[in-house]
């Protein structure tokens, strides 16, 4: 893995719609592993938490456009990343806002998954049948990213095991990891359960029977 360096610093200030607000630094990175335009948050104290030799609280958070930017209930992504900005912005830690759209395959693949899930398949079925993988995404650039912050042990704010298994081949130091709240709605109910089902995840089963 080659080493990245950080390009831009610039401090932000985030309000969301329910009045949360909180400041953000946002990093840009040369040397990316792609050519995307992954971007690193730092939120709270977190140069506090490198000083102290805690592990700063850290979310690699995968880009859902329709989640995150316009509240789609088909998922959890919009409240999780809500959830993870201020969980971050207490702890001190970082924000890792992959420009991984629907799992690596992009928005139009994704929304051509929603089309096939909407005739009976689940999000995983769905992109089988697109030909694509389940899960396309490689954690490289996060683990670059950290690097060229300087971090090298981190709390990781996730329910996947994919991302602490990846990380940790990429000789990030996974301390603990700490669940994300489940954010249960009707509309993103079967989408939670095969999540559940298929990946490992680390969500409790017992609603899954309710
Ligand atoms: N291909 C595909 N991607 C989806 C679908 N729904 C959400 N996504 C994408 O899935 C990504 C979020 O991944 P999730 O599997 O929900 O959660 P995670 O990031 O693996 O795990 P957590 O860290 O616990 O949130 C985002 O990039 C979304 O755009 C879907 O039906 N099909
Ligand atoms: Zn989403």
Same mark, same amino acid.
């Given at each position: 893995?080659?080493?990245?360096?950080?390009?831009?610093?610039?401090?932000? +200030?985030?309000?969301? #719609?329910?009045?949360?607000?909180?400041?953000?630094?946002?990093?840009?990175?040369?040397?990316?592993?792609?050519?995307?335009?992954? =971007?690193?948050?730092?939120?709270?104290?977190?140069?506090?938490?490198? $000083?102290? $030799?805690?592990? +700063?609280?850290?979310? &690699?958070?995968?880009?859902?456009?329709?989640?995150?930017?316009?509240?789609?209930?088909?998922?959890?992504?919009? +409240?999780?990343?809500?959830?993870?900005?201020?969980?971050?912005?207490?702890?001190?830690?970082?924000?890792?806002?992959?420009?991984?759209?629907?799992?690596?395959?992009?928005?139009?693949?994704?929304?051509?998954?929603?089309?096939?899930?909407?005739?009976?398949?689940?999000?995983?079925?769905?992109?089988?049948?697109?030909?694509?993988?389940?899960?396309?995404?490689?954690?490289?650039?996060?683990?670059?990213?950290?690097?060229?912050?300087?971090?090298?042990?981190?709390?990781?704010?996730?329910?996947? #095991?994919?991302?602490?298994?990846?990380?940790?081949?990429?000789?990030? /130091?996974?301390? /603990?990891?700490? &669940?994300?709240?489940?954010?249960?709605?009707?509309?993103?109910?079967?989408?939670?359960?095969?999540?559940?089902?298929?990946?490992?995840?680390? =969500?409790? +089963?017992?609603?899954?029977?309710?």
């Amino acid at each position: 893995m080659d080493d990245a360096t950080i390009r831009t610093q610039v401090s932000v +200030p985030l309000r969301f #719609p329910d009045g949360y607000s909180t400041l953000a630094e946002v990093f840009t990175f040369r040397g990316l592993a792609d050519d995307r335009e992954h =971007i690193a948050l730092g939120l709270g104290d977190w140069r506090g938490t490198l $000083d102290r $030799d805690e592990a +700063p609280l850290v979310r &690699p958070h995968s880009e859902c456009l329709t989640g995150d930017v316009f509240g789609s209930e088909r998922c959890d992504c919009g +409240p999780q990343l809500r959830e993870a900005v201020e969980r971050i912005s207490n702890a001190g830690g970082l924000l890792l806002y992959l420009r991984q759209e629907g799992r690596g395959i992009g928005l139009y693949a994704k929304l051509d998954a929603y089309a096939l899930q909407d005739t009976g398949m689940d999000t995983y079925e769905a992109n089988l049948a697109l030909g694509h993988a389940e899960d396309e995404r490689d954690y490289t650039v996060a683990a670059q990213m950290l690097g060229a912050l300087g971090v090298s042990r981190i709390a990781l704010l996730t329910n996947n #095991p994919d991302k602490e298994e990846q990380l940790t081949s990429l000789g990030v /130091k996974v301390t /603990k990891r700490v &669940p994300t709240r489940l954010h249960l709605s009707p509309a993103n109910a079967g989408y939670l359960a095969a999540k559940a089902r298929h990946a490992r995840r680390t =969500i409790e +089963p017992d609603w899954l029977a309710s």
